[in-house]
C-alpha cells in the first residue's frame, strides 16, 4: 500500500467520524453577535463649512454659548483632523472672538492647543494669525475693563470729596484684576 498523503496527516476511518458526528450534531447553533441596545453611534462628521453656518445661525437668535460649544467640540473632534487647514481657519477665528466675548479662557487656551497641532506641520502663519487675532480681542477687552474702571474710580472721587466713603457699596468698586488675570492665563 503506498503513501499518497504527506507522512504528518492521517485520514480518518469511517469509525471516528461517526463518533464526532453526535457531538457536532449536539451543539447549538451559532448565533450572530449583537450590539448592545446601549451603544450609541457617534454624531456624524460635518464639515467646517457647515459647521461656521449653524455658529453663525446660533448667534443670530442670541445663542452664543451654544455656538461656541459646537466650534470647540468641533475643533477638538478626531475627525477634524483629516480636514483642510483653511476651512478650519474661519472657525477658529470665530471660535476664538466668541470665547473672549464670553470670558473662556480655558476653553479658547485647549482649542488653541489643538488647533497648533493639526496645523504646525502644514501652515504656521495660520496660527499665528489665529493667535495674533485672540491677543488683539483680549487686549482691548482688557482696555475696555480698563477704561470702565477708571471711570468708575474718577466718580468714586468726585463722590468722596463731597459725601462720606462709607456710604459706597461694594458692587461700585471696580474689579480690574480678572480681565487680566484671565489675558495672563490664556495665552502663558
Given amino acids: 500500500m503506498g503513501r499518497s498523503a504527506a507522512p504528518h496527516a492521517r485520514i480518518a476511518s469511517t469509525h471516528e467520524i461517526e463518533k464526532f458526528l453526535p457531538v457536532c450534531e449536539a451543539s447549538p447553533p451559532r448565533v450572530p453577535r449583537q450590539r448592545p441596545i446601549s451603544t450609541i453611534p457617534?454624531?456624524?462628521?460635518?464639515?467646517?463649512?457647515n459647521v461656521l453656518k449653524r455658529a453663525h445661525e446660533l448667534i443670530g437668535v442670541n445663542q452664543a454659548p451654544t455656538a461656541l460649544t459646537l466650534l470647540?467640540?468641533?475643533?477638538?473632534?478626531?475627525?477634524?483632523?483629516s480636514a483642510a487647514i483653511a476651512s478650519l481657519e474661519p472657525v477658529m477665528?470665530?471660535?476664538?472672538e466668541l470665547s473672549v466675548e464670553q470670558k473662556k479662557g480655558k476653553l479658547a487656551k485647549d482649542a488653541l492647543y489643538q488647533y497648533k497641532n493639526l496645523s504646525q506641520n502644514t501652515n504656521i502663519s495660520t496660527i499665528e494669525?489665529?493667535?495674533?487675532?485672540?491677543?488683539e480681542l483680549a487686549v482691548e477687552k482688557v482696555t475696555a475693563a480698563q477704561q470702565k474702571a477708571d471711570e468708575v474710580q474718577s466718580t468714586i472721587e468726585a463722590t468722596a470729596a463731597t459725601s462720606n466713603?462709607?456710604?459706597?457699596?461694594?458692587s461700585e468698586t471696580p474689579r480690574v484684576h480678572p480681565p487680566r488675570h484671565r489675558l495672563w492665563r490664556a495665552i502663558s
Fill in 72 to 81: 470647540h467640540e468641533h475643533i477638538t473632534n478626531k475627525r477634524s483632523r
Fill in 129 to 135: 494669525l489665529v493667535l495674533k487675532k485672540f491677543i
Fill in 93 to 96: 477665528l470665530l471660535l476664538v
Fill in 42 to 49: 457617534p454624531p456624524p462628521h460635518q464639515k467646517p463649512e
Fill in 165 to 170: 466713603i462709607d456710604d459706597l457699596e461694594a
